[in-house]
């Protein structure tokens, strides 16, 4: 059994790569201030009511025991920003800019000196205002605003393609899965995230229908190359792409591919090494394959699955003496760690079995509180980043 990253696990890394989009097209940010009320003192626990100008949207806080008051998680726009005070609007300001790099710190006094200052400020803002731009700025200013509509409208549809991709996936509704990664992928042919879950969607859906598996297969294994071109760093696509090709039974490629995953992630480099071993356990190839789980549990002795395929391959190699079974050394050892590692993993009465054929009798109170769970002989595993 190939044993890839879940869905779950791909929407995780999904998520995070999407956050990258997301923040270069509506470039999250904030805005700080300060109250002071009627008496000329820190307004306590005033209502702070921000109303998004350009789009909809609409937020609120409150002043701490300073009158002081912070919002972050605004996207770049322009907002109005009124205080409260007891249900009643005290204090307002309007078309406050806010951009990555601008978020203004406000300052609203409620006194009568304030106000007049307050006053004072709006009336010379306003004819500066009546100065106008020039036809150059105002043109910049709308050549700006349409780009960041479009960007927020690409933003949308990208991010509402790739979930319905990743529900319908959940739900092993493979065409529909397929059809919405595809439309993220056109949406923004940048992301690697989307090739990956569109690849991974191809090969599950390859593996459903034995009819079309051929096909699907050579989909998955070209879509995996964008993700790839892409994200050329990623050791878990490189993994994955690996097992799909080991899928179409291309050993030799998926070998190269999963050798490259363990030299770009060392500390999964006992995975990677698993894995290899699979795939050329899988084509026959033991004595290649025993080199590998060797290298799987020399990078991490806790690889549970790399110690019963290296018990089981040198088990393969014992004879009978006499009327007993005899192993080479090192096989009692391999089962016996595979049964601290994984004592009710699903290799472990399989462990036991050898372990009796070698005379050995058998504990049955194999404890590791750090024992990982689950395994099957000669499976893979998928990993990500």
């Not at 800019?97 to 006094?109: A, E, G, I, M």
């Not at 490629?253 to 699979?278: C, V």
């Amino acid at each position: 059994m190939l044993k890839k990253l879940s869905f779950r696990r791909v929407m995780v890394l999904v998520a995070t790569g999407l956050l990258s989009v997301i923040s270069a097209f509506g470039q999250i940010t904030g805005m700080r201030g300060v109250v002071k009320g009627q008496d000329g003192q820190p307004a306590v626990d005033a209502e702070i009511r921000i109303e998004r100008k350009d789009n909809k949207g609409s937020f609120k806080t409150k002043t701490n025991k300073k009158g002081e008051f912070v919002y972050m998680g605004l996207q770049s726009g322009t907002y109005d920003v009124a205080v409260f005070i007891a249900n009643a609007e005290a204090d307002k300001q309007v078309n406050i800019r806010v951009s990555l790099n601008d978020q203004p710190d406000l300052k609203f006094d409620l006194s009568e000196a304030g106000r007049k200052k307050a006053a004072a400020a709006a009336a010379a803002q306003q004819q500066q205002a009546a100065q106008g731009l020039s036809k150059a700025e105002q043109e910049a200013v709308e050549k700006a605003e349409k780009a960041r509509a479009e960007a927020m409208k690409k933003n949308k549809e990208l991010n509402d393609a790739f979930n319905a991709g990743m529900t319908a996936a959940k739900a092993e509704q493979w065409d529909e899965s397929i059809a919405a990664f595809t439309k993220a992928s056109e949406v923004d042919p940048k992301q690697d995230v989307v090739w990956s879950n569109l690849a991974e969607t191809y090969v599950a859906k390859a593996k459903k229908t034995p009819a079309e598996r051929d096909a699907l297969l050579a989909k998955g294994i070209e879509v995996w190359a964008k993700a790839l071109e892409l994200k050329p760093e990623n050791a878990g696509y490189h993994n994955n792409f690996g097992l799909a090709l080991a899928e179409a039974r291309r050993a030799k490629d998926a070998a190269d591919e999963l050798t490259k995953a363990a030299t770009l992630d060392p500390p999964n480099a006992g995975m990677y090494y698993n894995n290899l071993g699979a795939v050329l356990m899988n084509r026959g190839e033991q004595e290649a394959a025993y080199e590998q789980f060797k290298k799987a549990v020399e990078a991490n002795p806790n690889f549970a699955e790399a110690h019963f395929q290296i018990g089981s391959y040198l088990a393969g190699k014992g004879t009978l003496v006499g009327d007993k079974f005899s192993a080479p050394p090192g096989t009692k050892e391999a089962f016996e760690t595979y049964l601290a590692l994984a004592p009710n993993g699903p290799n472990a009465e399989a462990s036991k079995g050898m372990l009796t054929a070698l005379g050995e009798k058998i504990q049955t109170n194999y404890t590791n509180p750090n024992a990982p769970k689950g395994g099957k002989a000669a499976t893979t595993k998928k990993g990500g980043k």
